[in-house]
Nanobody
Framework: QVQVDESGGGLVQPGGSLRLSCAAS????????MRWYRQAPGKQRELVAA???????NYADSVKGRFTISRDNAKNTAYLQMNSLKPEDTAVYYC????????????????WGQGTQVTVSS
């Protein structure tokens, strides 16, 4: 059994900062890519940022220069540092993790968290 938990969302004023955390736990053998998605009301879910097991990153154009994704492999945790937040960043942020469990045979599967709400408003 694997669990993915996000935390760190909340209400912040425009120009402010938040740091989201995504922790994977359970019967994990190995974690590969970790990603942050977001979904605003009435819109499709979109990829915000991703990081490989080796630390390579990529970002949506809309967040480049403002958001930074990182990870702590020892803690099975990814982070999303969000600076200079804008009202259009308001969304539910979801973590998505590619991993193999301890079950045999090994099979790469992706898992989703329940999401954390980020609201940017004055």
């Amino acid at each position: 059994q694997v669990q993915v938990d996000e935390s760190g969302g909340g209400l912040v004023q425009p120009g402010g900062s938040l740091r989201l955390s995504c922790a994977a736990s359970g019967s994990i053998f190995s974690i590969y890519a970790m990603r942050w998605y977001r979904q605003a009301p009435g819109k499709q879910r979109e990829l915000v940022a991703a990081i490989t097991s080796g630390g390579s990153t990529n970002y949506a154009d809309s967040v480049k220069g403002r958001f930074t994704i990182s990870r702590d492999n020892a803690k099975n945790t990814a982070y999303l540092q969000m600076n200079s937040l804008k009202p259009e960043d308001t969304a539910v942020y979801y973590c998505n993790v590619d991993l193999t469990t301890t079950a045999w045979p090994l099979r790469l599967t992706d898992y989703w968290g329940q999401g954390t709400q980020v609201t940017v408003s004055s």
